[in-house]
């Protein structure tokens, strides 16, 4: 049976007068490789016309590494390191053991923030160790 592309990439059947008027023979190899050496569609093709597919092929070749093995552990070590932190902050917060620190002046915020720590619990805290003080 022959085949070869008619419209946009439906393969039908050539007719053996067909085959014999475009490739010179009334029957097309079976084998694949044989048939491309023949018909030679990779001649035809014309690749991407529109803008958006011309920038959808361009990143075909497009190695980032977003799905490596190593990215991918390095970021769940990075994020395991980061609740640590944040879990001890918090211990160091609730024991008044950050105090200090809250009183420097630009660093409270970043010390609230790495601890997890809203203003108004703060503010409560402090409340709460200066009563006890």
Partial sequence: MKYGMRGKGRVVALTQEESLEKYGMEKLPGCPSERIKIVKPHLKSTGP????GKVRVSMNNLKHGLCSQDLLVRLAAEKVQEDRVQEEM??????NALGQL????GLREHVLDIAGVTEEEAAAA???????S
Avoid: H
């Fill in 49 to 52: 016309v529109t803008p958006e």
């Fill in 90 to 95: 918090r211990r160091l917060f609730d024991n």
């Fill in 102 to 105: 809250l009183k420097v002046p």
């Fill in 126 to 132: 402090e409340a709460r160790f200066a009563e006890a």
